[in-house]
């Protein structure tokens, strides 16, 4: 027996007390609470690298939080987090930190992290600490009261919008006023039975109190009388549901972006003119503009000319009956590189369509002229033939064949199928039955022919083409119609023929087939 055989036998290690896993470290066994190991993992005593920082360990957080955002996911280096202080507070018997009750009200919508101020002072505090640091809010308020009792605890709020159930009153533009001192965007939709009793002065004296300022959108102003804005902050500017303006002055140097929706009422007689002729000196780098008026005439649209708005690229003028081709011609010798025009519900005929295509071949990719009953199927086809960058383009209701047997509230359709209602234009005329209309071209994506009811035969050669719209063309022939569109997704056939529909699915499920 070897000398090694006689000594005694080492006693095995102690065993370690029971622990609760993952509560103990793994490498000393020692509790994981406030302690820190600085013997090396098993995996760096082998040689090999340590295992890479998370990205929170690292510094950069990269979770997605909403923080009242209920629409959007927030962008998380913006959004602010709330203090973290170390306190607990009892939850179902049990110490839960406030940091953890904080983050998950985050996650909440209004209504609930109003519930859950309602159940203790902890849980209002936690509530507080939301509303802290919220940089954006959307509410669907029943009373002004809500406002009045929450916007002044929102100190960093920069987005605010609203969907009235209630009147807007002076009480709660006040509230409005003097909370939330760094709002940059406000909106504001009504319900149905809601009423916006907004008066030009009222708006005016919101506007120049908030210095910060930066797009404001506010639908229901018929009952504002006038127009009297000055801001240095203000870059999108979107009204809708005006009447009857005594007054149009907006002074805005710095806005980008205009939007003035007139109502349809007869009695509605702003002066366009007046208007349009300020834009130029009040609102020098205006880029997109939007009006929708039936006052819209020549005499405005020559105005606008005068007013020098060169950098326009964005131009959408509907329901103006009363422009024609002359507007087209002001048009033209007003703006040098439009993106966008819209002239839908116009007098324009295929000579004013020429002018278009002659004055913006190389810009214009977006065409809307719709309801335009003076455009035949030559200007629809000079268009996608001279405008090579051509990407959406709308004629819905501009090729009808009756017009005794259509109904008074005449269809305004939308590039992406629906179907709006409005009042039927008086230049509105009957185009010769079965037309014929050929569409090729290399990059339109969307085009829109509802209610096009005067087209007998279409063709449509356009690889890139998504979307069309052919809803309510109602004499469209089956055998007449071919799609060369091998990307063609959603085609809108509502108010169609039976067959044509037929016809429209056997040749969505050849391309389908073709293309897989």
């Known amino acids: 027996m070897s000398s090694s055989s006689s000594l005694p036998a080492k006693p095995p290690p102690p065993p370690r007390p029971k622990t609760r896993g993952s509560y103990n470290c793994g490498r000393c066994g020692q509790p994981k609470k406030g302690h820190v190991c600085n013997l090396p993992s098993p995996a760096a005593a082998d ?20 923080a009242l955002s209920f629409d959007e996911p927030s962008s998380p280096e913006k959004k602010p987090r709330p203090d973290h202080d170390g306190r607990t507070m009892e939850l179902g018997g049990r110490a839960v930190p406030v940091d953890l009750v904080v983050e998950v009200l985050r996650r909440l919508g209004p209504r609930g992290v109003l519930d859950a101020a309602a159940v203790s002072r902890a849980w209002r505090d936690c509530a507080d600490r939301v509303w802290r640091v919220a940089e954006e809010l959307r509410l669907r308020p029943a009373a002004a009261g809500l406002l009045g009792a929450l916007l002044p605890r929102c100190a960093a709020l920069s987005r605010l919008v609203l969907h009235m159930e209630s009147d807007v009153d002076a009480t709660m533009l006040s509230c409005l006023a003097f909370s939330c001192p760094s709002l ?35 639908g229901g102003c018929s009952n504002l009388g006038f127009l009297n804005l000055s801001s240095s902050s203000l870059n999108v500017l979107w009204l809708s549901d005006l009447c009857s303006l005594s007054e149009s002055v907006i002074s805005c140097p710095n806005m980008s972006e205009l939007s003035l929706c007139f109502t349809q009422q007869s009695t509605e007689c702003t002066d366009l003119v007046s208007l349009m002729d300020g834009l130029g000196r009040s609102c020098p780098n205006l880029r997109n503009l939007h009006i929708s008026s039936i006052q819209l005439s020549n005499e405005a649209v020559s105005a606008l000319e005068g007013a020098n708005l060169r950098g326009l690229c964005m131009l959408s003028l509907i329901l103006g009956s009363k422009m024609t081709d002359a507007a087209v011609a002001s048009i033209v010798r007003s703006c040098a590189s439009l993106a ?17 295509c002659k004055a913006f071949p190389h810009t214009l990719s977006r065409l809307l002229l719709a309801l335009c009953p003076n455009i035949t199927t030559c200007g629809i086809q000079a268009a996608t033939a001279q405008l090579p960058l051509l990407q959406l383009m709308d004629c819905g209701m501009s090729l009808r064949s009756n017009l005794q047997n259509e109904k008074q509230g005449a269809y305004f359709g939308e590039i992406n199928g629906r179907i709006r209602l ?21 990059n339109l994506k969307k085009l829109s022919l509802w209610g096009c009811s005067a087209i007998d035969a279409l063709y449509v050669k356009c690889p890139e083409l998504i979307d069309l719209n052919l809803n309510t063309c109602t004499n469209l022939h089956p055998e007449r119609l071919l799609l060369q569109c091998p990307n063609l997704k959603n085609v809108h056939a509502f108010g169609c023929q039976d067959m044509l529909i037929g016809a429209i699915k056997n040749q969505l499920n050849h391309i389908f087939h073709a293309s897989g």
């Open 47 to 66: 040689g090999a690298a340590p295992p890479s920082p998370s990205p929170s360990s690292s510094g950069g957080d990269t979770r997605l939080r909403r």
């Open 184 to 218: 940059e965007t406000l909106e504001i939709t009504m319900a149905d039975k809601a009423i916006n009793n907004m008066t030009g002065e009222e708006l005016s004296r919101l506007v120049s109190e908030k210095h910060s300022l930066s797009i404001l959108k506010i």
């Open 340 to 356: 966008l025009l819209d002239l839908s519900g116009s007098s324009i005929s295929d000579s004013g369509v020429g002018m278009i």
């Open 422 to 442: 409005c009042p039927k234009l008086p230049t509105l005329k009957k185009q010769p039955m079965r037309q014929k209309l050929i569409i090729k071209h290399d």
